[in-house]
């Protein structure tokens, strides 16, 4: 049990009607989940707004309610709190509950439109290996030292990172690493927290559905900067045209990192193989396991973050040709016939065209390469065309098929992406909406030397149609799918 006053520490309160001094058991902002004496928060959301919710949300036993509105009839002995920001009050709120544990941590943001889930990962798997007790929250799972646990969202909500920031509290972690997106820094997930450092990536085009525009969806990214304190370092990519807008008006310790403009951190790429880069950081020359010029950047935004957090310069290095590349990020298998065959995560337009760019650089002759991509229903409209335009001019061969159709018609997704083909690429595309069928076909065009990319789901386990989630991993099907053609 806590005291409400002592969970609302630090909240701006505009009004209260009863007694903040009762004594409440868990908060929550779904009204479906409230038990007795609970508080109950009401948040105005993208589908409904929980202020339609206070009367079932006290008739389950709610004590108390935090709301924007007070609602037109309150009921005798519940405390109703007036707030202007439910979402900002539920995050300070949530980390109050656990007894802050943010500041007992020295807790990462990364945040970007690419790169988040790879750096947070191996700074982890880099910190692990220096011997610390470190914490992870990602798209792919949440760590707290080697347990793990199931991740529902990129930067889940903030009752959910209090939750984990406490158990890794308690577990002795003295770093933990995770990622930013920009609808938890919209819907101020991590308001509240006490962030040790911040690392920019990039900045493309992604969720625009959601933002809008392309300045506000830049200016959620930013707002996490300016947020900092100023004990925190801020560490951006000045090779990216939004970098230094990132850290404008931060009042944290500014840092940058770049392959091509001036910047305090450096590298360079000296080679670029399928089974690494040959990278030169500052003086000092390094192999790591990761590819392409995107991993370039992630690799150096590691290396000036764990020099920043205090690792020796030379300890970092040895240690970054250790790390192992993350799930679903490139991965890849060679089979008969030295076919390869690369899943990879992206779901952009840029990531996409970085990878079929990487690939395309480590072709050594006429093999083909042949792309099996979709969009996501229930997203972004907008990418389509440009992610069908991207895979048709960079790939010998498309197959277009569908990627968690959600609540949309899949041929219907397939169609907005061929729109964007430019007519002289119509002819290498063709479209199989089934997505293990457009698999099997790749794997079936494939001859020796060719190259396949299944792009778009990486780690993901699942194809979600009409809001049922199926079993579904790209690996796993082309690796069987490989054998059995191919033996
Ligand atoms: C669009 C979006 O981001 N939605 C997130 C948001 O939901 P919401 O507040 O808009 O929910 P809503 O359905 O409108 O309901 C409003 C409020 O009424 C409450 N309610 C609703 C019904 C009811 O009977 N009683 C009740 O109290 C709800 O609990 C909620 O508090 O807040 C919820 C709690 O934090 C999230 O679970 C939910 O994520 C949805 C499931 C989602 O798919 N989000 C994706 C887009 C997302 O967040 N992705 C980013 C990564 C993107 C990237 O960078 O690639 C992520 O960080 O994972
Ligand atoms: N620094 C980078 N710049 C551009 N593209 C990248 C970069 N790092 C990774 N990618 C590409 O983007 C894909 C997704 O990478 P990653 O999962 O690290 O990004 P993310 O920011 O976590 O994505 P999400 O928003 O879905 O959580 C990778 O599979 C790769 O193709
Ligand atoms: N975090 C991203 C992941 C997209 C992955 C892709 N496979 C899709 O389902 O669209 C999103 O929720 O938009
Ligand atoms: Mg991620």
Redesign the pocket.
């Known amino acids: 049990m806590s005291i409400l006053k002592d969970i609302l520490y630090k909240v701006p309160i505009d009004a209260v009607t009863g007694n903040t001094s009762v004594s409440v058991n868990a908060l929550c902002?779904?009204?479906?989940e409230v038990s007795l004496n609970d508080v109950f928060v009401a948040?105005?959301?993208?589908?409904?707004?929980?202020h339609r919710?206070i009367e079932a949300?006290v008739h389950q036993g709610a004590v108390a309610v935090i709301c924007e509105e007070m609602p037109s009839s309150v009921v005798n002995g519940v405390t109703y709190v007036q707030v202007t920001d439910t979402h900002a009050a539920l995050a300070i709120m949530a980390s109050n509950y656990y007894g802050n544990p943010s500041v007992n941590i020295r807790l990462v943001g990364v945040t970007g439109t690419n790169g988040k889930t790879t750096i947070a990962t191996l700074l982890y798997q880099l910190f692990r290996r220096a011997g610390f007790k470190v914490g992870l929250l990602s798209t792919v799972k949440v760590l707290v030292n080697d347990k793990e646990y199931k991740a529902t969202?990129?930067?889940p909500?903030p009752l959910t990172i209090n939750y984990y920031l406490d158990l890794m509290t308690m577990e002795g972690v003295e770093y933990c690493f995770m990622e930013v997106?920009?609808?938890?820094i919209a819907?101020k997930?991590t308001t509240g927290l006490h962030f040790t450092g911040g690392i920019f990536t990039n900045l493309t085009h992604?969720?625009l559905d959601?933002h809008k525009t392309f300045a506000e969806y830049r200016d959620v990214k930013k707002s996490f900067f300016d947020q900092l304190p100023k004990s925190a370092f801020a560490l951006t990519n000045t090779d990216d045209k939004n970098g230094l807008v990132m850290i404008q008006n931060t009042v944290a310790k500014k840092y940058t990192y770049a392959l091509k403009s001036y910047a305090d951190y450096r590298a360079k790429i000296l080679e670029n193989q399928l089974n690494g880069l040959l990278l030169k950081i500052g003086d000092n020359e390094v192999w790591v396991k990761l590819i392409g010029q995107f991993n370039a950047y992630n690799m150096l935004a590691i290396y000036a973050a764990a020099v920043l957090l205090g690792l020796e310069e030379m300890e970092v290095l040895r240690l970054l040709s250790e790390l192992d590349s993350v799930q679903g990020r490139f991965q890849y298998f060679i089979s008969e016939g030295k076919i390869t065959t690369i899943i990879d995560y992206s779901h952009t337009p840029d990531s996409l065209k970085n990878v079929l760019e990487t690939i395309n650089s480590i072709r050594t002759g006429n093999e083909e390469l042949i792309t099996v991509v979709g969009c996501g229903g229930d997203r972004d409209k907008t990418k389509r065309p440009v992610m069908g335009a991207i895979a048709a001019a960079l790939s010998t061969k498309v197959i277009f098929t569908s990627d968690n159709p959600r609540t949309e018609d899949p041929d219907v997704i397939i169609g907005e992406m061929e729109k964007g083909v430019e007519p002289q690429n119509f002819k290498k595309t063709l479209s199989i909406t089934d997505r293990k069928q457009a698999i099997k076909a790749a794997c079936q065009m494939a001859k020796e030397n060719d190259i396949i990319l299944v792009a778009g789901k990486g780690h993901e386990t699942y194809q979600e149609i009409n809001g049922v989630r199926r079993d579904f991993d790209d690996f796993k099907i082309a690796e069987t799918l490989m054998k059995e053609l191919r033996k």
Do not use: N, P
């Open positions: 902002f779904d009204s479906r948040i105005r959301g993208v589908e409904s707004d929980g919710f949300a969202h990129t930067t909500d997106s920009s609808h938890g819907q997930r992604d969720h959601y």
